[in-house]
């Protein structure tokens, strides 16, 4: 099915500084400079954030569900590679 | 005429203004373009609403009748209705819609920009409040000013013609009389000549860019400061004013 809409831009705010812009979803828009506007009235209304990113979905390149037992499985026995021995300092809230 | 009532005028005027055009922008609820655009002019439309309700607000306070601002804006009929005639004008199609929103959101711009330095504390703080919004609303308008008028054969058209039809509204905007003279006096309110030099370099940069053509009409069309409407105003606040007049002490 082909998409009768403009193209689709993935949408990504901060929601605090120093932190990392997290996805929270997309909108459909012309150009970039409509999509940030765009993205501005659907996901933060609310005070959620203080930056936005947006990209186009297709520059989005993704791994495939059948990639998911070579990708990510191997890692399930190997507890080794987390690190629980560390201690998180006091105050850190976004490690 | 006292600088109480000329302040309880100009207030009416600014707040009638945001709250017509509130409401015309809120009839495209459900109908917008795409879903993002419905969304960008309802949240649009909310900002005047909110901008309007403090305006009345204040507007009842000072003329200390003990009329609140849901009692000026429902039970005001048009003649009573000091709302610029641009605000009013029909909702059209979407390049009607931007050209009028884009024409007004230059003004407010502009205005707003001076009333923040009103000496009246109350009008300077909702115009600081207000600007902000403004300053969203007219980056928004101007976008598609650019977007509509150098885009389709058929977009720019529609947009072109447009701005004609709404051309004899501008105008009024920049209109003066003895309201604005004693308020001027006061420090409270701009003289508009200022406003519409920077209206009148805004737009015809943004048409420059949208490669549209300054409407060479010179009918105006005038009349909101003395109540007189187009034909449009009173079926607008027939369906704005019916629940409130319906069950005028309904709490909900």
């Not at chain 1, 954030?49 to 070579?70: F, L, M, T, Y």
């Not at chain 1, 191997?74 to 590679?81: E, G, I, Q, T």
């Not at chain 2, 302040?7 to 373009?33: T, V």
């Amino acid at each position: 099915m082909t998409d009768s809409q403009w193209p689709v831009w993935e949408v990504f705010v901060q929601a605090n500084p120093g932190i990392s812009h997290k996805h929270v979803g997309n909108v459909h828009a012309v150009d970039a400079e409509m999509a940030i506007q765009n993205a501005r009235d659907v996901y933060t209304r609310r005070s959620e954030g203080i930056s936005i990113w947006v990209v186009p979905a297709n520059a989005i390149s993704a791994s495939s569900p059948e990639d998911q037992g070579a990708f990510f499985e191997p890692s399930n026995d190997k507890p080794y590679r987390h690190p629980t021995f560390y201690k998180i300092p006091e105050g850190v809230k976004y490690l | 005429m006292t600088l109480q009532e000329a302040k309880f005028e100009y207030l009416l005027r600014l707040g009638d203004s945001s709250l017509i055009i509130g409401h015309r922008l809120s009839e495209w609820c459900g109908h917008g373009p795409i879903l993002e655009e419905d969304i960008a002019l309802i949240n649009i439309a909310l900002d005047f609403v909110g901008n309007a309700t403090s305006l009345l607000e204040y507007a009842g306070k000072v003329e200390g009748k003990g009329r609140n601002e849901d009692d000026l804006a429902f039970m005001r009929g048009e003649r009573e209705y000091r709302n610029l005639l641009i605000t009013e004008q029909p909702n059209g199609d979407y390049a009607n819609t931007i050209a009028r929103q884009f024409l007004f959101d230059a003004h407010m711009f502009f205005l707003y920009e001076e009333l923040k330095n009103s000496k009246d504390e109350t009008i300077a703080a909702i115009a600081v409040k207000s600007h902000k919004e403004i300053t969203y609303h007219l980056r928004h308008t101007s976008q598609w000013m650019l977007r509509l008028g150098d885009g389709t054969a058929e977009s720019h058209t529609r947009l072109q013609n447009a701005v004609n039809e709404l051309w004899m509204f501008t105008s009024e905007l920049f209109d003066m009389d003895e309201v604005d003279a004693i308020l001027i006096k006061e420090g409270i309110v701009p003289d508009l000549t200022k406003v519409k030099a920077a209206w009148e370099k805004q737009v015809n940069e943004v048409f420059a860019e949208a490669t549209l053509t300054v409407p060479e009409t010179k009918f105006k069309q005038k009349g909101s400061k003395e109540g007189k409407h187009s034909e449009h105003l009173g079926f607008l606040l027939a369906e704005m004013q019916y629940v409130h007049r319906s069950f005028p002490d309904a709490k909900w």
